[in-house]
Structures are given as C-alpha cells and as structure tokens.
C-alpha cells in the first residue's frame, strides 16, 4: 500500500481525458468529460470542469497533467487579459493559441499536459488549435485528445462535416464524447460543452446518465 501511495504522488493527478472541439457554420463547440484519474490508477474526481475560459470567447480544454494545466492555462488569462488592454480590443484566437504554445514550449521540460484551444473572433471567425506537449501549435476544423480520444478517431473521422449546423455539431461532440467515456476507464462524469459563435457563448452540461447509450449495459 505504500509503495501504491508513493507511486500516486510521483505521478500527480491526471486529467486522463476526452477532449474535443470541432467547428460548425458560424461558430465552434468545445466540450469535455470531468474524470480525473491518480497516476491512470483509480478515480480521484468526476467533477472537473476541463474547459477554461482565458478570454470572453476563447477556451482551452486540456489534457495531461492537472497541476501543470491549470498553471498554463492561468498564466494564459493573465498574458491574454494584458494583451487586450494593450490592443484595447480583444485578442483573436491565434494569439491566444500561440500564448499557449510559448508557455509550453519554454517549459517543455516539466510540463505534462497539452491543450486545444478554441474560440471566436472578428477577423476570423471561429477556430480550432491544438497545442501538443513540447509546444507544436497546428490548426485543425476538428480535434480530438487525451485517452479516450484513441477509441473515436474512427467515429470522427466518419461522422464531422464541415458547415454543420450548431445543432448537428452539438449531437456530434455529445456522441463522440458518450463513445470515448463508455470505453475509456479515465473518462467519464458529466459531458461539459461550450458554444461559441459571434452571438456569444453557451454553456450545456449533460449528465453521464442522460448520455446517449451504444451499447447495452
């Protein structure tokens, strides 16, 4: 037992994650699971809120590590939030992905977490990026990450369509997300998702029994 305590500690609390974004007509969802998992080993919580928003319509899920996320992901707020005095207007979507990359670059020596970040802006519309661990930034319509990612790149790949309404698109991320918690151990909890377009943002949290079920229990 306390070689399995030890163990824990060294490896920190995981977000072991299912994480996405995809862009529709007009906007973007973001949306997540809330598991986190101690060293990948047992269930440490089911309510973690997975997707942050560092500026007024620009998030980031993440992935990895949960100490070294949640550092980046509050640095990226105050980067972000002294950018857009500066420019005395808010920052786009890019910027606030290439924060996030220099933050992980500059630190890729002791950091464990990656990140998509998404949003809106007026120059161009919505947008999706992800940020791997060591700092490569790359722009995709979808993504997906973290452990239960790897049971739905072939549902992904089938199911997104570019200049899907935002109806489609949210029955799109609460299908992929219920595949990846039903078969991933480290995800799982409620289904946390995020719209935002030039409208504004919208908040939908789905409870893991209301999820969509595939398969009998």
Request: proline share 3%.
């Amino acid at each position: 037992m306390e070689k399995h305590c030890m163990s824990s500690q060294v490896k920190g609390v995981s977000t072991g994650t299912t994480i996405l974004a995809a862009l529709f007509d007009g906007g973007v969802v973001i949306g997540s699971d809330s598991r986190a998992s101690i060293g990948g080993e047992y269930v440490s919580s089911k309510t973690i809120n997975k997707v942050i928003q560092v500026h007024d319509r620009i998030f980031c899920c993440m992935s990895g590590s949960l100490a070294d996320a949640q550092a980046v992901t509050k640095a990226a707020k105050f980067h972000l939030s002294f950018h857009s005095v500066q420019m005395e207007k808010p920052p786009l979507v890019v910027a606030a992905a290439t924060v996030m990359k220099e933050l992980c670059f500059k630190n890729k020596d002791e950091l464990e977490a990656g990140f998509i970040t998404a949003g809106w802006d007026r120059k161009k519309g919505p947008q999706v990026y992800v940020v791997a661990i060591g700092g490569m930034l790359i722009s995709q319509p979808v993504m997906i990450a973290g452990s239960g990612s790897t049971y739905i790149y072939g549902y992904v790949d089938a199911k997104y369509r570019p200049n899907m309404s935002k109806e489609e698109c949210l029955q799109f991320a609460t299908n992929a997300l219920a595949l990846a918690m039903g078969r991933d151990n480290v995800s799982g909890g409620v289904a946390n998702l995020v719209v935002v377009s030039e409208s504004g943002v919208e908040h939908t949290v789905i409870p893991g029994d209301k999820l969509p079920q595939f398969h009998d229990d």
